[in-house]
């Protein structure tokens, strides 16, 4: 059996069951035992880095060296050195001649991350090394082989920035000659529960901390949230809550707390209940009732300004009687704007959803099309004011939502 296909996906610790991550995992396991140079592609935080630990490990230089650099994390007068090494003397600060990592890698592997950050002058210099093997320290004309394979990743549409002219074609055709994209997270969800529960494992495991599981609805809020820092993101918040809860277990008020969840969309439960990300179902129903108030309220204050300004102040205007049916007086429109005032949120809603009832003749189905809120809910809070002797047993609750 040979070395690509002798190691398991988990031991190369690259985890996941979606059609997106076993795609990308095939075509690493046929170019890993090829010299070819390998450009990965992928969102910050994908795990580009563990795809190139896992080419340098399925192929013929796994016995030797991998070294990697951040290309756009070092000053552009250092990267060079750090590529390729310096003479003593070669520039300010150089006390000694030093080795690149094109030179300590040799037989081995450099992985080359954000290559897209390159200079154009550093490019000109990696293009050389790629297509000859041959290099020279900065400070020095001599020149120098090596035999290395690279493996570059960037997060940058470098088609894009070739087109741009800010990266350069032949660089970037040579780089591409095998390519892998790596999928973000929100792309693969269904690996999302399976990639928490390695990561809290671990992290249990080296903190010390047991893990006091996860609740379902935690659960659902980590599927649905974005995770725009992808697995990393991910990685770090499942360290964070095992390290903060101490084997307690996780709930989906806890996720709020650490997570932005104003990404997120609404979405609809099996009863046809919007839910707000980082709010309760009952949270998310009571805004939803208040934002039709406010809704109301605005109506009322743009009737009122239709009444004002057609009975009042436009003298010799006699009234359109078409052009509303009974419209309220402006003492009555000022009584209710001012109700709506100073009602406090649960006095709003009460009396929303008792005069949407009485309203359409105690039909809980229209008055809760009305109020934009599932007839379940009306039906839990028509029984809550029942209780409280807000309305009479009569008033439209004795049924179960679903048997009018």
């Known amino acids: 059996m040979s070395i690509a296909t002798d190691i398991s996906q988990e031991e190369l610790g690259i985890i996941g069951r979606s059609t997106a991550v076993r795609e990308a995992v095939e075509t690493l396991r046929r170019v890993a035992p090829t010299d070819l140079t390998v450009l990965l592609i992928g969102e910050s935080g994908v795990g580009k880095e563990v795809f190139a630990q896992a080419l340098h490990r399925l192929s013929s230089r796994a016995e030797k060296k991998m070294l990697s650099i951040n290309c756009g994390a070092i000053p552009e007068t250092l990267l060079e050195s750090e590529l390729f090494g310096h003479e003593k003397g070669a520039f300010t600060g150089a006390v000694e001649s030093r080795k690149g990592i094109f030179e300590v890698a040799d037989k081995g592997t450099i992985f080359l991350d954000e290559i897209g950050e390159l200079t154009p002058a550093t490019q000109v210099k990696l293009l050389r090394v790629l297509e000859s093997g041959t290099f020279t320290r900065v400070g020095s004309t001599e020149e120098q082989t090596t035999d290395v394979r690279v493996v570059a990743a960037t997060n940058r549409d470098l088609e894009e920035a070739v087109s741009r002219g800010e990266f350069r074609h032949d660089l970037y055709y040579r780089l591409n000659s095998a390519k892998i994209f790596i999928p973000p997270l929100r792309e693969r969800r269904e690996d999302i529960q399976l990639l928490f529960a390695y990561f809290a494992y671990h992290a249990s495991a080296r903190l010390g901390i047991p893990f006091g599981g996860i609740a379902?609805?935690?659960?659902?809020?980590?599927?649905?949230?974005?995770?725009?820092?992808?697995?990393?993101?991910?990685?770090?918040?499942?360290?964070?809550?095992?390290?903060?809860?101490?084997?307690?277990?996780?709930?989906?008020?806890?996720?709020?707390?650490?997570?932005?969840?104003?990404?997120?969309?609404?979405?609809?439960?099996?009863?046809?209940?919007?839910?707000?990300?980082?709010?309760?179902?009952?949270?998310?129903?009571?805004?939803?009732?208040?934002?039709?108030?406010i809704d109301l309220r605005n109506e009322v204050v743009a009737l009122k300004e239709v009444v004002q300004g057609s009975y009042g102040g436009r003298e010799g205007i006699a009234p359109n009687p078409e052009q509303f049916a009974l419209p309220p007086s402006e003492k009555e429109a000022n009584n209710l704007i001012d109700r709506l005032d100073t009602l406090n949120l649960e006095e709003i809603e009460r009396t929303m959803i008792i005069g949407a009832l009485r309203k359409f003749n105690n039909s809980r189905r229209r008055a809760a099309d009305a109020l934009g809120i599932s007839e379940r809910t009306l039906y839990r809070k028509l029984n809550q004011y029942k209780e409280e002797g807000y309305i009479d047993d009569d008033d439209g609750v004795e049924e179960e939502p679903g048997e009018e």
């Open 216 to 293: 379902p609805d935690a659960m659902e809020v980590l599927l649905e949230y974005p995770w725009p820092g992808n697995i990393r993101e991910l990685k770090n918040f499942t360290e964070l809550i095992i390290t903060l809860e101490q084997a307690e277990k996780i709930t989906a008020d806890t996720v709020f707390e650490h997570l932005d969840t104003s990404r997120m969309r609404p979405r609809m439960n099996p009863y046809g209940v919007v839910h707000l990300p980082g709010k309760t179902p009952e949270q998310a129903e009571r805004e939803l009732i208040y934002r039709a108030l």
